[in-house]
Nanobody, 115 residues
């Protein structure tokens, strides 16, 4: 089963930016809508951004206008550009198919927003 590999997280000050990447193996990547999920301590995992196979995007209200999801099917990779980061964005970020989960969960990448 496909297990994505997320990268690009780190420690950033409020108002800063990060760009996350997620690589997923397999020939069917281009046929799957993809999403970025996050899980903060003590909270459930939530879908924050999704992109369809024809590049339509959707965002949770909490990140709308600040985050941008994109994909590169030639590289089997999905990205999340995060701007104007807030402390409440602190979480482990994962990618997977969306809205139905078809892949195994990867290790995720930690994003910490703190001064």
């Amino acid at each position: 089963q496909v297990q994505p590999v997320e990268s690009g997280g780190g420690l950033v000050q409020p108002g800063g930016s990060l760009r996350l990447s997620c690589a997923a193996s397999g020939s069917r990547f281009r046929y799957n809508a993809m999403g970025w999920y996050r899980q903060a301590p003590g909270k459930q995992r939530e879908l924050v951004a999704a992109i369809t196979t024809d590049y339509n995007t959707n965002y949770a209200d909490s990140v709308k206008g600040r985050f941008t999801i994109s994909r590169d099917n030639a590289k089997n990779t999905v990205y999340l550009q995060m701007n104007s980061l807030k402390p409440e964005d602190t979480a482990v970020y994962y990618c997977n198919t969306a809205p139905n989960i078809l892949y195994s969960w990867g290790q995720g990448t930690q994003v910490t927003v703190s001064s």
